[in-house]
């Protein structure tokens, strides 16, 4: 019986700036032929291993000895390091080739010098931990980029009001004519909490509604 060997491209597409076909136009420029595209979109290689992404647990179906699997970069397997190294080892073993288009790196169980092994498991482990540090990078990258706009109320408004000036007067009358705040929510169409805070932080109000131009 014939063995057919087949190549495929795992792509993890995670935001909107991100392209599949960007992605896989890239490995067919590196050389490789793809005879099937396996993408996960909107998934986090961070809170997602790739058992339990939707698309990414079908590679330990799909996958035989023998097949080929293309990757961008290894942080397109997961950026966390033992899921990293985990899941290019269970391949390894399972007689598959892992190739990154990125550099053009191979990693495969044909070695069986333990010297080589080794340096093979040090360089996984390495790119492994290199994925799971630039997501900390970038986590704390962005801490930062959001404290320093919260800084400035103009660049970081907040959470937009449920409520625009014309509730916010209506609300005001409304309490006034001595109607309860479950009452008004119901006429004005708010939640009873932000009647509350209507009626009980005016000049948060206030600042809310000039941070969003209201």
Do not use: C
């Amino acid at each position: 019986m014939e063995v057919i060997i087949a190549t495929f491209f795992y792509a993890r597409v995670s935001t909107v700036e991100q392209s599949l076909d960007h992605q896989v136009s890239q490995a067919n420029d590196a050389g490789f032929e793809i005879d099937e595209v396996i993408a996960d979109h909107g998934v986090s290689g961070v809170q997602h291993i790739l058992k339990d992404r939707p698309e990414g647990k079908r590679l330990f179906d799909k996958l035989r000895h023998g097949d080929h699997l293309v990757v961008r970069w290894v942080d397109r397997l997961g950026r966390n390091y033992e899921d990293v190294t985990d899941v290019i080892r269970h391949f390894i073993r399972s007689g598959v080739t892992i190739h990154t288009v990125i550099n053009k790196m191979t990693f495969d169980g044909v070695t069986t010098d333990p010297v080589q092994q080794a340096v093979r498991d040090a360089l996984i482990g390495f790119l492994a931990a290199t994925a799971q540090a630039q997501t900390e990078a970038n986590k704390i990258a962005q801490r930062a980029g959001i404290e320093a706009a919260k800084r400035n109320p103009k660049k970081y408004p907040g959470r937009k009001p449920s409520f625009d000036r014309l509730k916010t007067e209506l609300v005001r009358n409304l309490i006034n004519k001595g109607l309860g705040t479950s009452a008004v929510a119901k006429e004005v169409g708010l939640t009873r909490q932000a009647v509350l805070r209507i009626r009980d932080d005016p000049q948060g109000v206030e600042a809310a509604l000039q941070r969003w131009d209201m």
